[in-house]
Protein backbone atom coordinates (compact mmCIF):
# COMPACT_ATOMS: atom_id res chain seq x y z
CA UNK A 1 0.00 0.00 0.00
CA UNK A 2 1.10 3.42 -1.03
CA UNK A 3 2.02 5.69 1.67
CA UNK A 4 3.38 2.76 4.80
CA UNK A 5 6.70 3.13 5.24
CA UNK A 6 7.95 0.70 8.14
CA UNK A 7 10.65 2.88 8.83
CA UNK A 8 8.68 5.42 9.82
CA UNK A 9 7.25 2.62 12.61
CA UNK A 10 11.15 1.93 13.79
CA UNK A 11 11.73 5.67 14.01
CA UNK A 12 8.35 6.73 15.97
CA UNK A 13 8.50 3.18 17.98
CA UNK A 14 9.76 4.77 21.72
CA UNK A 15 6.37 7.29 20.69
CA UNK A 16 4.23 4.34 19.39
CA UNK A 17 4.58 2.29 22.17
CA UNK A 18 3.96 5.61 25.14
CA UNK A 19 0.18 6.16 22.72
CA UNK A 20 -0.60 2.86 22.51
CA UNK A 21 0.41 1.50 25.37
CA UNK A 22 2.47 -1.38 24.12
CA UNK A 23 5.78 -1.88 24.64
CA UNK A 24 8.65 -0.72 22.46
CA UNK A 25 9.48 -4.99 21.73
CA UNK A 26 6.30 -5.28 20.77
CA UNK A 27 6.25 -2.53 18.51
CA UNK A 28 9.42 -3.35 16.59
CA UNK A 29 8.43 -7.18 16.50
CA UNK A 30 4.50 -6.94 15.43
CA UNK A 31 4.12 -3.04 13.72
CA UNK A 32 0.84 -1.62 13.92
CA UNK A 33 -2.31 -3.58 12.89
CA UNK A 34 -6.19 -3.17 12.17
CA UNK A 35 -6.66 -3.16 16.03
CA UNK A 36 -4.78 0.03 16.35
CA UNK A 37 -6.80 2.14 14.36
CA UNK A 38 -10.74 3.08 15.41
CA UNK A 39 -13.41 3.92 12.73
CA UNK A 40 -14.45 6.68 15.22
CA UNK A 41 -11.20 8.75 15.16
CA UNK A 42 -9.95 11.18 13.39
CA UNK A 43 -7.00 13.37 13.26
CA UNK A 44 -7.31 17.17 12.08
CA UNK A 45 -4.05 19.40 10.91
CA UNK A 46 -4.53 22.87 10.35
CA UNK A 47 -2.72 25.96 10.02
CA UNK A 48 -5.03 29.53 9.62
CA UNK A 49 -5.34 30.66 6.29
CA UNK A 50 -3.13 27.76 4.79
CA UNK A 51 -3.88 24.12 5.23
CA UNK A 52 -7.04 21.53 6.77
CA UNK A 53 -6.28 18.17 6.30
CA UNK A 54 -8.30 15.30 7.83
CA UNK A 55 -7.57 11.89 8.30
CA UNK A 56 -9.78 9.30 9.16
CA UNK A 57 -9.18 5.71 11.08
CA UNK A 58 -6.08 7.83 12.48
CA UNK A 59 -4.36 8.79 14.99
CA UNK A 60 -1.40 11.19 15.72
CA UNK A 61 1.99 10.95 17.57
CA UNK A 62 3.80 14.11 18.95
CA UNK A 63 7.72 14.29 18.60
CA UNK A 64 8.02 17.58 20.57
CA UNK A 65 12.12 17.60 19.97
CA UNK A 66 11.78 17.10 16.41
CA UNK A 67 8.46 19.49 16.23
CA UNK A 68 6.75 17.18 14.13
CA UNK A 69 3.98 14.94 13.68
CA UNK A 70 2.96 11.65 12.58
CA UNK A 71 0.05 10.82 11.21
CA UNK A 72 -0.85 6.71 11.31
CA UNK A 73 -4.19 5.96 9.39
CA UNK A 74 -5.40 2.21 8.76
CA UNK A 75 -5.99 3.01 4.72
CA UNK A 76 -3.82 6.08 3.46
CA UNK A 77 -0.46 5.50 5.06
CA UNK A 78 1.88 7.17 7.42
CA UNK A 79 2.79 10.61 7.22
CA UNK A 80 4.86 13.07 9.09
CA UNK A 81 4.48 16.66 9.03
CA UNK A 82 6.63 19.59 10.64
CA UNK A 83 4.40 21.06 13.90
CA UNK A 84 5.76 25.08 12.60
CA UNK A 85 2.16 27.38 13.39
CA UNK A 86 -0.09 23.97 13.36
CA UNK A 87 -2.61 22.76 15.47
CA UNK A 88 -3.10 19.13 15.97
CA UNK A 89 -6.49 17.97 17.13
CA UNK A 90 -7.28 14.20 17.42
CA UNK A 91 -11.34 13.53 17.53
CA UNK A 92 -13.01 10.41 18.53
CA UNK A 93 -16.78 10.02 17.66
CA UNK A 94 -19.41 7.97 19.23
CA UNK A 95 -22.49 7.24 17.85
CA UNK A 96 -25.51 5.19 18.00
CA UNK A 97 -28.22 4.83 15.11
CA UNK A 98 -31.17 3.26 16.16
CA UNK A 99 -32.45 0.24 13.95
CA UNK A 100 -34.72 2.68 11.88
CA UNK A 101 -32.30 5.12 11.23
CA UNK A 102 -33.15 5.38 7.44
CA UNK A 103 -29.48 7.68 7.04
CA UNK A 104 -31.57 10.57 5.08
Given at each position: MRGIDPKLI??????????LNRSVEEIEKRGLSAGDFSYSNKVVLSRPGDLESTFHRAFAVIDENTNK???????VGYHVFNLAGMKVSEISTEEYWDEDYSGQ
Amino acid sequence: MRGIDPKLIEEWKELLAKKLNRSVEEIEKRGLSAGDFSYSNKVVLSRPGDLESTFHRAFAVIDENTNKVAVFTEHVGYHVFNLAGMKVSEISTEEYWDEDYSGQ
